[in-house]
Every structure is written in structure tokens, then in C-alpha cells.
């Protein structure tokens, strides 16, 4: 069974002006999703800012996230390190939280040959019993999961049951889903690529979009999987500027500044993040008006 079907938030980490977790604001930011039709919260990956928080911070926010959603939709704690141990830590706590899954990224900086990927993945999945998530994200970790080592860890790790696909390689991800005969759940880690994911077998996507167009993005799957190819279709173009705007610097710089246009105190960002410049915040406003949000 799917860990979820269709839209999961990769949910933004609301701050005080000390850079200390908003944890009031964060819940208000909890509800809203869930109100608004996301399909999973995804907390502490990249866009939590989970790089710069120490590991009791992020094993506090995702207490805190698991407890405020209260089993309403899944909740997958982003757990991965370049260091497999802290990763293995990570995941123990996180199911022990009661977390519903494990959003695992390649180890970035030392990196791994592919057989270091997949001892890296079989030695944390061999500690905890809930389901994981491979991330493939080669252009923040310098790291790439090939097709064929992606099946053998879904093939041969028992509760490595999806990838998110961040690759933006189409192609190489047709390549993974073929060899993969239907042992590897897919989740588009790319908001400008939800639709062509789905056509070759996604599940649906762990979305920065989401955070400030939730109802949006949910509808953008469940239309797929209704069969209105045509109305997913242009939700994903109408979206389009938006996305662009959300990636003109890098995540999450964008979307915690889109987060205050919509009324959220998303609060600073941590070094070495710094606050969005004019230029690319004019071009978000806008963009954020034209598809119906301010």
C-alpha cells in the first residue's frame, strides 16, 4: 500500500525573529494544508531547513508535527544525513514518534558509489520497520541514484518502497520505472514536472507548491487520477510561472517569503540563506497574483 496518492507539502519551518522554531505558527501552517486538501506533510527536508538545525531541534519539530496532525494524513520525517549513523538515528526516533514513513536523501558531499547507496539504504531501512523514500536530488547532493540501483535497493530492501525523483531527467526516470515491473512507488520531486511523473506511473509529488497552493496542487493530482488529463494538465501550465518564481533563488528563499504575502510568519531564514532579493520578490508577487492567491 502507498505511503499517499497525491499531493505531500514539502512543509516550510516557520521562525521567531531569534531563528528559534514558530512552533504556534507551524501548526497554523499545519492546519491550513491539511484544510486545504494536501495529501501528506513532509517535514524537516530541504525545505524545513533541516540542514541547519541541530538533531534535537529536528527530532523536536517532528514531535510536534506528528502530534499536531494527529493522523489526519500521513506525516513522512525527512531523516537522511551524509552520515549513515546520525541518518540510522534519525529514523529510529522519527518511528518511534509514530511517523508514518522516512524521506531518506543521498549522502551529499562524501557521496557514495552506487553500491555505497545502497549499503547506506539497507543499513538504515534494517533498523526501523516503517517505509522509506529514497530522494534523488544530484544537483544539491552531487549524488545520483542510477535506474538500475534504484530497483535493486526497491527489489531487495523489503520497506524501501518509493523514490522522490528530483532529477529532472525524464528519461532516466522511463528507464528506472520500466526496470522497476511496479516494485518502486514514484513521487515527483519537481513541481514544474507533476504531470509527465504521473504519466509514467507517479503517485503523485512532495511539493514546494503546496505550501502556498495546496488546494491547487492536490487538484492537479486527483484530476489526473480521475481521468481529466486536460484539467491536471492546466493547472500544471497555469502554475508554471509560479514554480518559476518559487525556484528563482534556492529553496526554500523563495516560499518562506510566499508565505508572508498569503499571511503566514514564516520569519528569517538561517544562514547561510539569506532573505529574497527585490527583484525576484516583485516577480513572485506577481506571479503569486496572477494564479489567484493575493
Not at 501548526?27 to 494536501?38: A, C, H, S, W, Y
Not at 515491473?181 to 512532495?206: F, H, K, R, T, W
Request: charged share 20%; hydrophobic share 45%.
Amino acid at each position: 500500500m502507498a505511503i499517499f496518492k497525491g499531493a505531500g507539502v514539502a512543509i516550510a519551518t516557520p521562525f521567531n525573529a531569534d531563528g528559534s522554531v514558530n512552533y504556534d505558527e507551524f501548526g497554523r501552517l499545519i492546519d491550513f494544508q491539511i484544510e486545504n486538501g494536501t495529501d501528506a506533510v513532509i517535514v524537516c527536508g530541504t525545505t524545513g531547513e533541516s540542514a541547519t538545525m541541530t538533531m534535537e531541534e529536528h527530532m523536536d519539530v517532528i514531535r510536534y508535527c506528528i502530534k499536531k496532525v494527529a493522523g489526519r494524513i500521513p506525516v513522512v520525517a525527512g531523516t537522511g544525513s551524509n552520515d549513515t549513523a546520525a541518518a540510522i538515528s534519525l529514523s529510529k526516533d522519527a518511528e518511534a514518534a509514530g511517523a508514518d514513513a522516512v524521506l531518506l536523501v543521498t549522502p551529499y558531499y562524501n557521496k557514495a558509489t552506487q553500491n555505497g547507496l545502497y549499503e547506506h539504504y539497507k543499513a538504515i531501512c534494517s533498523k526501523i520497520d516503517i517505509p522509506a523514500i529514497m530522494y534523488n536530488v544530484p544537483s544539491r547532493t552531487g549524488c545520483c541514484i542510477q535506474p538500475e540501483t534504484a530497483v535493486r535497493i526497491a527489489k531487495e530492501i523489503p520497506n524501501m518502497v518509493a523514490i522522490k525523483d528530483a532529477t529532472g531527467n525524464i528519461g532516466q526516470t522511463i528507464k528506472m520505472m520500466s526496470l522497476a515491473d511496479g516494485a518502486l512507488d514514484l513521487y515527483s520531486g519537481n513541481d514544474d514536472q507533476v504531470i509527465p511523473i504521473l504519466s509514467v506511473g507517479g503517485l503523485g509529488v512532495i511539493s514546494v507548491l503546496s505550501n502556498v497552493a495546496p488546494r491547487q496542487t492536490h487538484d492537479m493530482c486527483q484530476k489526473f487520477f480521475d481521468g481529466d488529463i486536460a484539467g491536471a494538465r492546466e493547472i500544471q501550465f497555469k502554475a508554471l510561472p509560479l514554480i518559476n518564481a518559487l525556484f528563482s533563488e534556492v529553496n526554500p528563499i523563495p516560499v518562506k517569503t510566499a508565505l508572508k504575502y498569503i499571511g503566514f510568519e514564516a520569519g528569517p531564514l538561517r544562514l547561510p540563506l539569506t532573505e529574497l532579493e527585490p527583484e525576484h520578490a516583485a516577480q513572485l508577487k506577481k506571479a503569486m497574483q496572477d494564479f489567484g492567491l493575493i
